[in-house]
Every structure is written in structure tokens, then in C-alpha cells.
């Protein structure tokens, strides 16, 4: 197989902002594959005390498959690439985290708090580290209905070359224009072994991804060519989530009509509104929806572990 060469995006050293934890830096200076990984889905995406069990079994799959977690979340004002075991309970534990998006992390960091962060503000850190692919669950969207309501993670995504491995965006969105919107930002959506892009907890949303991949070699040859042209966005590749604990659309969708309208009954809305509708689905289909993002979570973890060693 020939070698693939990917353009580093960060020719420049590690910023002083940024703190690389011990045994990640020493991966990337070995030239050894790294993961990124967000965290507002350990402070806010998951209830605990899964959401610590969830984020070590997600780190241990990246180690499974021969490379580096690199967690991403501010603590005590300092933004981190790769945190301890201890830091990591700390952030799953500790009430009071912040979710931080783009708009936040210099405002966490200037008032000394902590928080987990979301797939934009990752992928800002990762960039700045100089890390390619970061893995999540699900990205943010463009919302149903008209709040207006577009996750900077979009934005993140037409601005910043890093590759985000998730199962789609997440099903509470509105995938249709979600979809447009990333054409629009030309971000390429990559279909993990399947035409179609997933809608999170189903597997299916009957749209189509703009290209598929069966191998990591394949995603690999995608980023390269399109990073070695100088595009500077980002790229989506789309898992499935596992056949075995999917659930169906229709079944996600009910649930969804319900929780939405008890979310405008109460009067929730901006980064309030993920978090909310995410446990109210968990209730409202017995913690089938848990269950498979609790599935989707590591399984992620282990393509995008993949491709980083497919692109190193
Ligand atoms: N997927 C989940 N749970 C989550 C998220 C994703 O299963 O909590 C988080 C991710 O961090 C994502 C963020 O980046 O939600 C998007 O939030 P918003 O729509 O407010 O931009
Ligand atoms: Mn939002």
C-alpha cells in the first residue's frame, strides 16, 4: 500500500494555552496516532454515573486499537489535550461544568472554570494540537422548526480541517438541512459502509452521505486529497450506530414530538435544549436511546482510532 501523505495542519510548535498531557505528547512525537475526544457528552450528554464508565471504555478502545485518547476539556481555566484518570472523574463527577462551544472556551478559560467541550470547541483544541481526527457521538445541527437554532459545530466544521468520526448528527435535529448546510460549508459527509447518513440512533435516515468509504485506507485517501489541496474544512465520517441496539425511526420519532413539546412547554431552548431532549428520549423509549449511545460511543472511538493510524 502506498504511504499517504496528510499536510500537518499546525506547522507551529504546541500554543502556550494549550497543556498536552504527558503520554499524548509523547505519542505525537513518536509519530504514533492520536484520537480526540469531546466531553461535553461526559458532562452533559449522559447521565452519571454512566457517562464515566462510557468515557474510560471509550478510551480503552482507542488504546485497543494502537492509539492515543486525547480527551478535550478545560479545568480550572486550563484547556487540556489529553487528561489523568482523576481528571477525568472530576469532570464526570463535579456539578457545575460548563458545556463549552466555541464562543466559550476563552471566556472558561479567563474566568478559571471547567466544563466539557463540544465537538466545535474539540476541534478547535485538536487543530491547535495538531490532530486530525477527533470522535464523538453525534454533531450538532441545524434544529427543527424556527428557533434559528445552527450548532456552531457546523461552523466549526466549514472552517477547521479536522475529521469528525460520529454516528451523524444527532436525531433531534433536522438531518434534511442539516445536510444542506454542510454542502453549502463543503464539507464532505463520508459514509463508514454505507450510502446513507445515519440518523444517531437509527441507522438510517434514507438521505444520502455525498460519498462512502469501506477502509480506513480509503477515509485516509479522501482527508489527504482533500487537505493536500489546501481546502481548509473539515470532513465528516458517518458510523451507524450497532445493528443490535439501533432503534427504530419511527419509535425515536414519537418519542421526539413528545419531548420537543415539553421542551417549548418549559420555556427550554439554546445549549440548554440537546442536553434536555437527549434524557427525556432516554425516558421515554425505557433507555433504549441511552443504550445505543452508550453502543455508539466506543464503536466510534475504534474507526476513528483507524483512520488516524491509516493517515500517521
Ligand atoms: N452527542 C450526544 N450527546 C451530546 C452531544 C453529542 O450524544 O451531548 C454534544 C456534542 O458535544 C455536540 C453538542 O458537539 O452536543 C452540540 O450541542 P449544540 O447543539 O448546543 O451545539
Ligand atoms: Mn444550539
Known sequence: MPRLKVSKPIPRGIPSWLHVHPDVAAAMVAGEPVVALESAVITHGLPRPVNIELARRVE????????????????????????????????????????ISRRDLGVVSAKSQSGGTTVAATMYVSYAAGVQVLATGGIGGVHRGKTGDV???????????????????????????????????GVPVIGWKTDEFPAFFS????????TRADTAAEVAAILSSHWGMGLGSGA??????????????????????????????SGIT????????????ADLTGGATLQAN???????????????????
Open 151 to 185: 450548532s456552531a459545530d457546523l461552523l466549526e466544521l466549514a472552517r477547521t480541517p479536522v475529521a469528525v468520526v460520529c454516528s451523524g448528527a444527532k436525531a433531534i435535529l433536522d438531518l434534511p438541512r442539516t445536510l444542506e448546510w454542510l454542502e453549502t460549508a
Open 236 to 265: 465528516l465520517i458517518c458510523i451507524p450506530c450497532p445493528e443490535n441496539v439501533s432503534v427504530p425511526n419511527e419509535i425515536v420519532e414519537k418519542a421526539l414530538v413528545q419531548s420537543e413539546a415539553e421542551a417549548q412547554a
Open 270 to 281: 439554546g445549549q440548554n435544549l440537546t442536553p434536555f431532549l437527549l434524557s427525556r428520549l
Open 203 to 210: 441507522r438510517g435516515s434514507g438521505l444520502p452521505v455525498s
Open 60 to 99: 480503552a478502545e482507542v488504546i485497543s486499537v494502537g492509539a492515543s485518547p486525547a480527551t478535550v476539556a478545560l479545568l480550572s481555566g486550563q484547556v487540556h489535550f489529553g487528561i489523568s484518570r482523576e481528571e477525568l472523574e472530576r469532570l464526570a463527577i463535579e456539578t457545575k461544568m460548563c458545556k
Open 294 to 312: 452508550l453502543a455508539l460511543l466506543p464503536n466510534n472511538a475504534c474507526v476513528a482510532a483507524a483512520i488516524a493510524q491509516a493517515i500517521t
